[in-house]
């Protein structure tokens, strides 16, 4: 049995207890009516494969959307993120595969329906508006119904992205955070199945982007739309995603609530990406981890099974999971190399004696000096991921 499988088993009672989908029995024994099925996907794919000549860039893709679900694709660029978008927007036709919209299959299976009959909305990195036209004619721009509904409709969204007094306006007036509001709101107007997010975020300064991620959030989930975003920035899709589908090489690594993805990550890869991990050498030997740091008992790792002994191992290590001290030479597990200044915290990196590299997350208030011997210990109070070498 490898660590792979050990860790889907964990991962998918996890999920089936949290979600109380496929449970009738509480934790005593007792017997409980079946929870109420799943809703229908409003966005499902299936193996979606899209090449462009030799070059794979989407490799077999499937996923389920449900209503009202905030998803985000997230991984590195060319990871295929944009290209999965794009085929769900109908501006790509998959090489193969199956994408479902609600009940209509909208590629494969001989159909292809194109973007402008497909009910889904787009908000892209540049925002897109019509420099020519008022803030209250891009907003009705597309809506079909008379002159009166479309007013209202417009008054409406509006109000939900909070610029009732901006309608007169034309985009050259606005700021890049109200612009970014006129265009989720034209994308809502016309009420899609599915709205589309092309990194919404990219083309504003990093203060207004924080601001926007909750106020976009806030907006999508008072409107109760289902929507699919994709960035390349971690703490985006992890902040403000219900799920999050980690791409790499065209595929989807691990899908899951951001937490569960930061936490338990399924691949190296994985944990990599999102935000800083070290990787620690060690041998699982008599129910103890063995490392450069000393040595643990192996129940910390996440799924450990005592079949595992004598394997070699990598255990992830995040900053906040060590905690360093002074130590002499002859005591110290390390020496810092180097050391970032991020506000609040230091973090600072560690060469341990084997040359391997961890990094420590320290209080601003608690410096330590360039080349400075120190001991580490383990602080995390949660399961540490691990894989096999």
Not at 170 to 184: E, N
Not at 194 to 205: K, T
Not at 208 to 223: D, G, T, Y
Not at 273 to 294: C, M, N, Q
């Amino acid at each position: 049995m490898s660590h792979t499988q050990s860790v889907e088993r964990t991962q998918s009672a996890r999920d089936e207890s949290e979600s109380s989908a496929d449970t009738n029995e509480s934790p005593a024994g007792a017997t409980e009516p079946p929870a109420a099925a799943s809703p229908d996907p409003v966005l499902s794919l299936s193996d979606v494969t899209k090449e462009f000549g030799s070059e794979t860039a989407v490799d077999g893709v499937s996923l389920d959307v449900k209503p009202g679900e905030l998803l985000t694709f997230l991984g590195p660029s060319g990871c295929g993120k944009t290209t999965t978008l794009r085929t769900i927007a109908g501006l790509e036709e998959p090489t193969e595969g199956q994408i479902t919209l609600g009940d209509e299959t909208v590629s494969g299976d001989g159909a292809f329906v194109p973007p402008e009959q497909r009910d889904v909305g787009i908000v892209f990195q540049n925002f897109a508006l019509f420099p020519h036209l008022t803030v209250r004619e891009n907003i009705a721009f597309g809506l079909d119904d008379s002159a009166d509904a479309n007013a209202a409709r417009v008054d409406e969204m509006l109000d939900l992205v909070d610029l009732p007094e901006h309608g007169e306006k034309t985009p050259d007036q606005l700021s890049g955070g109200q612009k970014q509001r006129v265009a989720l709101a034209r994308s809502l107007a016309p009420e899609p199945d599915v709205l589309l997010l092309d990194e919404p975020f990219s083309n504003l300064d990093v203060r207004l982007r924080v601001e926007m991620r909750e106020e976009v959030r806030q907006i999508l989930k008072e409107a109760g739309v289902t929507a699919v975003s994709v960035t390349h920035d971690q703490e985006e899709a992890l902040s403000i995603s219900d799920r999050v589908a980690v791409m790499n090489d065209g595929q989807i690594e691990q899908v899951g609530r951001p937490e569960s993805v930061f936490e338990r990550p399924e691949s190296k890869f994985v944990a990599s990406f999102l935000g800083r991990a070290s990787f620690l050498e060690g041998h699982l030997r008599d129910g103890k981890v063995e490392t450069g740091i000393g040595r643990f008992d192996a129940v910390t790792l996440e799924g450990y099974d005592t079949v595992y002994d004598g394997a070699p191992v990598d255990v992830l290590i995040r900053p906040d999971d060590l905690r360093a001290s002074p130590a002499s030479p002859e005591l110290a597990d390390g020496t810092i190399v180097s050391r970032q200044y991020v506000g609040p915290s230091f973090v600072y990196r560690v060469e341990l004696e084997s040359g391997e590299v961890v990094h420590c997350l320290h209080n601003h208030v608690e410096e330590f000096d360039l080349d400075e011997p120190v001991s580490l210990e383990l602080t995390a109070a949660h399961p540490l991921a691990w894989y096999p070498r």
